[in-house]
T-cell receptor, first 114, second 116 residues
Framework: DADVTQTPRNRITKTGKRIMLECSQT?????MYWYRQDPGLGLRLIYY???????NKGEISDGYSVSRQAQAKFSLSLESAIPNQTALYFC?????????????FGPGTRLTVL | AQKITQTQPGMFVQEKEAVTLDCTYD???????LFWYKQPSSGEMIFLIY??????QNATEGRYSLNFQKARKSANLVISASQLGDSAMYFC?????????????FGTGTRLKVLA
């Protein structure tokens, strides 16, 4: 089984709809992240969480919200989706105790907003 | 400001040849990590190699090596003996430790095409 899973893997929705992307991990990592990837822009950080009680905005948090329901679960919500939120979304985790600070990515969720 | 720059949007290499993907970074931190990730057409992000800022030797992982030149702030990825399966998008990334956690910055990527 994958260490970091994302659901759904693909989603098409309409402008104005609320949508939630879910992420679960079995790695036991305390840090979790949401990134979006757009062509030519690389990956940009939306939100990150140190632990269940800690949520931090990334560089492009407007239009998004998150919830860290448990150490293993971190969900991303688009309250009212708009077409420019069409992107590939990645959940990621990292372990503070890992001296390299390497990030483990989920498989990605491809979101299309019509 | 912290930044990762990948100046090559696309690269071609002949199968079995070596290729270098460029990455430069900017940070005022003394401690940081540099990473390369591969993203095939299927979309997943695959960790390739890591270099710590205090590591004196260049990192190697199989056919991948990271040419780390600290004074020039460059962290180029070298892929030896390219294979068709190496065709993918490659991202350079940097991690710095800030306020109790790692923060990551990614470059815009280089698309590599390996030619038969």
């Amino acid at each position: 089984d994958a260490d970091v899973t994302q659901t759904p893997r693909n989603r098409i929705t309409k402008t104005g709809k609320r949508i939630m992307l879910e992420c679960s991990q079995t790695k036991g990592h305390d840090r979790m992240y949401w990134y979006r990837q757009d062509p030519g822009l690389g990956l940009r950080l939306i939100y990150y969480s140190f632990d269940v009680k800690d949520i931090n905005k990334g560089e492009i948090s407007d239009g998004y919200s998150v919830s860290r329901q448990a150490q293993a679960k971190f969900s991303l919500s688009l309250e009212s989706a708009i077409p420019n939120q069409t992107a590939l979304y990645f959940c990621a985790t990292s372990d503070l105790m890992d001296g390299s600070g390497s990030v483990c990515f989920g498989p990605g969720t491809r979101l299309t907003v019509l | 400001a912290q930044k990762i720059t990948q100046t090559q949007p696309g690269m071609f290499v002949q199968e079995k040849e070596a290729v270098t993907l460029d990455c430069t970074y900017d940070t005022s931190d003394q401690s940081y990590g540099l990473f390369w990730y591969k993203q095939p057409s299927s979309g997943e992000m695959i960790f390739l190699i890591y270099q710590g800022s205090y590591d004196e030797q260049n990192a190697t992982e199989g056919r991948y090596s990271l040419n780390f030149q600290k004074a020039r702030k460059s962290a180029n990825l070298v892929i030896s003996a390219s294979q068709l399966g190496d065709s993918a998008m490659y991202f350079c990334a940097m991690s710095t430790f800030y306020s109790g956690t790692y923060k990551y910055i990614f470059g815009t990527g280089t698309r590599l095409k390996v030619l038969a």
